[in-house]
Structure formats: structure tokens, C-alpha cells
């Protein structure tokens, strides 16, 4: 089976700092991609950065040239390095990995999630 653990997140104030980081550990082949999403209180999850085979990155536009997303192939992690942070930043961040891995006794490709990890800014 795939698990994914989080961690970071918390509370900041406008123009600090936070780094996310979600490992995928298991039974896994393969990553295909991973990513962070987040979702705010009352809007739908959307799409913060992804990387691609560790290296073909997207971002949102509204967290372009304050974010950065990188992956360590070595132990399946994806960090999300977030500066210069924003009070609309705040949601719950979550994390998402396409995986080539096994669920019960079938191999497959498989979309995993991570648990929400909350990140306020606040002053």
C-alpha cells in the first residue's frame, strides 16, 4: 500500500515563510507527478504547483514568482518552498501524487492524496 505523510504548515504573518513537505512511501514503482493543491473555506480545491518527472514545474498565477516546488527523487518527497506570504494564501494545502504503485493486490496508476496540512496568514 502507498501512504503519504505532510508536514509543515502553521500560522505566519503577511511576508513570512513557510515550507510544505509530503513523502510517498510503499509499495510504488514509479511517480508520475506530484503536486500541492489547496482549498480555501467556501471555494473549490485548485491547483498551487506540480512538478513532472522532477523537473517540468507549474504554478498558479496567483503564487508565481513567490513559490517553489522541488522534488527528492531519493526518498519520494515534494516540498513546496512558500514566500512572501499573503492572507489569500490561507487554505488547507494538500498534497497529490500520481503514482505507478499497488492498492489491495492490483498494480496500477493511481491518484494518492495527503491528509490537508492548514496554513493561515494572519497578522
Known amino acids: 500500500q502507498v501512504q503519504l505523510e505532510e508536514s509543515g504548515g502553521g500560522l505566519v504573518q503577511p511576508g513570512e515563510s513557510l515550507r510544505l513537505s509530503c513523502t510517498a512511501s510503499?509499495?510504488?514503482?514509479?511517480?508520475?507527478?506530484m503536486g500541492w493543491y489547496r482549498q480555501a473555506p467556501g471555494k473549490q480545491r485548485e491547483l498551487v504547483a506540480s512538478?513532472?518527472?522532477?523537473?517540468?514545474?507549474t504554478y498558479s498565477d496567483s503564487v508565481k514568482g513567490r513559490f517553489h516546488i522541488s522534488r527528492e527523487f531519493a526518498n519520494n518527497t515534494v516540498a513546496l518552498q512558500m514566500d512572501s506570504l499573503r492572507p489569500e494564501d490561507t487554505a488547507v494545502y494538500y498534497c497529490?501524487?500520481?503514482?505507478?504503485?499497488?492498492?489491495?493486490?492490483?498494480?496500477?496508476?493511481?491518484?494518492?492524496w495527503g491528509q490537508g496540512t492548514q496554513v493561515t496568514v494572519s497578522s
Open positions: 497529490h501524487v500520481n503514482l505507478f504503485g499497488q492498492k489491495g493486490t492490483a498494480w496500477g496508476q493511481y491518484d494518492y
Open positions: 510503499g509499495n510504488i514503482f514509479s511517480i508520475s507527478n
Open positions: 512538478i513532472v518527472s522532477g523537473r517540468i514545474t
